[in-house]
């Protein structure tokens, strides 16, 4: 049985738990908090960071695009990367566009400073949370300009891209911090994803101490 060690709204370890899913594959979880890490899994992988995947034959896999990418090679079906070269280098195009440029723009800016930074017994930083929600809706107006072009972010089919994106902004959304009246179409592509199987277990996660708004678990919202 393969074991993810995780936290539970860190947009990294839940795109692993959402391509694990995808591909039928069986897995258990368990929480760790970031900067905080035990024993073991420091052990697996001295740098502490977050998602880490041991294989049932032992083997400890660390980064979240570097698991990805594994269980593709591993578990091709379905095929989440794209089946031609330049159908492939958009995936990885946008994979590297949400975990890169979103996460420094947005997510480091919200989450971290919302969650991460309480870890830490520190106050948010209200400045880095303003940047936060200044920049939002421009990743949401790119959304709304790919998928009115294509079905999916990165063309006809459900990719890494989707995957990543929607796992970013499932975290956020967990703390209310997606501003989705004023962002029909990105609202209607993560619609979509939210009703798919493999995505709904994380609108099940609970962080204690901290709630999420009522439409977070909703289809329908």
Request: hydrophobic share 45%; glycine share 6%.
């Amino acid at each position: 049985m393969r074991l993810l060690y995780h936290f539970c709204l860190q947009p990294f370890s839940r795109e692993v738990r959402v391509v694990l899913r995808e591909k039928a594959l069986d897995f258990t979880l368990r929480e760790e908090r970031p900067g905080r890490v035990g024993e073991d899994l420091l052990a697996l992988h001295p740098a502490g960071d977050l998602p880490v995947l041991v294989e049932p034959d032992g083997l400890a896999l660390a980064d979240s695009r570097a698991i990805c990418e594994f269980l593709q090679e591993t578990a091709p079906v379905p095929d989440l990367l794209g089946a031609t070269p330049a159908q492939r280098a958009e995936t990885r195009r946008l994979l590297g566009w949400f975990d890169a440029k979103f996460h420094r723009e947005v997510t480091a800016n919200l989450l971290d400073q919302k969650i991460l930074r309480r870890f830490a017994g520190q106050g948010p930083d209200s400045a880095a949370i303003r940047a936060g929600h200044a920049n939002i809706g421009q990743h949401l107006d790119y959304i709304a300009w790919l998928t009115d072009r294509r079905t999916w972010l990165a063309g006809d089919h459900f990719s890494f891209a989707d995957i990543a994106a929607a796992c970013h902004l499932s975290a956020l959304d967990y703390l209310g911090d997606v501003p989705w009246e004023r962002h029909r179409e990105a609202k209607d592509w993560y619609a979509r994803i939210k009703s798919r199987p493999s995505f709904r277990p994380l609108l099940a996660d609970q962080l204690a101490g901290v709630q999420p708004p009522p439409h977070y678990a909703d289809l329908d919202f």
